[in-house]
């Protein structure tokens, strides 16, 4: 039997936990546990879940698979909220303004949505701490169909209409500041990671529809682009090096992009198409829910099938 060695030109790391970012491949022994692991990449696929209460579109997205949320959109009394535990949808405490075409990010506990229409344009802010949505400090712009990234203490905020913009903000938990702007002024753009590590993702039309920017806390940098459209809102998920893009554009969309820091790579579709939807998670575990292409109530968990294996223990 050939040598592990003579096959990949390595041997086995000896380590005494497991490697915590591994690539496809890779195999170690755990000296703690006394085990000889490996890691192994399987495609990714969505599974249909629960549906939400009340079926929309143009509403915020936040949150994990198993504690998400969404608030506001059109179709539905549009300051509706409602939290998702990985099983159900319960609807709770509507937000203050109802509105649509925002911006936010954060968990289902700790949530920052900011600007949209009600109409009209607005740049109101809300903060929501699992319970209550609270108003807090306006955006210095009025601005629908941006992005976010962060949670209520530290945000970001930027591109979006009207006219396109490229402005971001910064959200210090009490004021908005106006910082450096995009590369490309864009709108029906999505973010994700935080206030010093973001993502921007997709846009409005040719060629921001495939764009994507990194922020470092101080400037944007454009990066790789996706492979597929990504205009109206095509939700994102994960941190500023691991995300996931899902559906998107006019018509609706199936595709799913996973990013691992440096390029996009093409995953295995959704079961139903979406445009105008919500979502978030991370880059192995996310979800999206309802939309403006039927069925408008639906929800969809992604799986990355990545795990590590253990081989054999001592």
């Known amino acids: 039997m050939p040598e592990y060695k003579s096959i990949k030109g390595l041997t086995i790391q000896e380590v005494a936990s497991?490697?915590?970012a591994p690539i496809e491949g890779q195999v170690w022994y755990n000296t703690t546990t006394s085990a000889l692991k490996g890691?192994?990449?399987n495609p990714g696929s969505w599974a249909t879940a629960n549906d939400v209460n009340t079926g929309?579109?143009?509403m915020m997205g936040t949150g994990t698979q198993t504690a998400g949320l969404i608030a506001g959109g059109l179709g539905a009394p549009t300051g509706q909220t409602e939290t998702y535990n990985g099983t159900s949808?319960?609807?709770?405490?509507?937000?203050n303004t109802t509105r649509y075409n925002m911006g936010g990010d954060g968990t289902q506990t700790d949530t920052l949505f900011f600007g949209g229409q009600t109409p009209p344009t607005v740049a109101l802010t809300e903060s929501w701490n699992g319970t209550n949505w609270t108003e807090v400090n306006d955006l210095n712009t009025a601005k629908y169909h941006l992005a976010g990234a962060g949670n209520s203490t530290a945000a970001l905020a930027f591109g979006g209409f009207f006219p396109l913009l490229a402005e971001t903000e910064t959200w210090n938990g009490t004021n908005w500041t106006e910082v450096n702007?995009?590369?490309?002024?864009?709108?029906?753009v999505r973010g994700c990671g935080t206030n010093t590590a973001a993502l921007a993702v997709g846009g409005n039309e040719p060629p921001t529809e495939r764009a994507t920017?990194?922020?470092?806390g101080t400037n944007w940098t454009t990066v790789g682009s996706l492979n597929s459209p990504g205009s109206r809102h095509r939700a994102t998920a994960g941190t500023q090096t691991a995300a996931l893009a899902m559906g998107g554009r006019p018509g609706g969309s199936r595709s799913t992009e996973s990013w691992n820091g440096t390029s996009w790579t093409v995953e295995n579709d959704l079961n139903d198409v979406k445009t105008l939807h919500g979502g978030?998670?991370?880059?192995?575990s996310a979800f999206v829910a309802a939309g403006d292409e039927s069925p408008f109530t639906s929800t969809e968990e992604w799986d990355a099938g990545i795990s590590t294996k253990t081989f054999s223990t001592g």
């Not at 920017?213 to 470092?216: A, D, L």
């Not at 978030?280 to 192995?284: A, E």
């Open 18 to 20: 497991d490697p915590p």
């Open 39 to 41: 890691y192994i990449n």
């Open 56 to 58: 929309r579109y143009s």
């Open 89 to 95: 949808w319960t609807e709770v405490n509507d937000m």
């Open 181 to 188: 702007n995009l590369n490309t002024a864009r709108a029906y």
């Open 213 to 216: 920017e990194s922020w470092n």
């Open 280 to 284: 978030d998670g991370s880059s192995t």
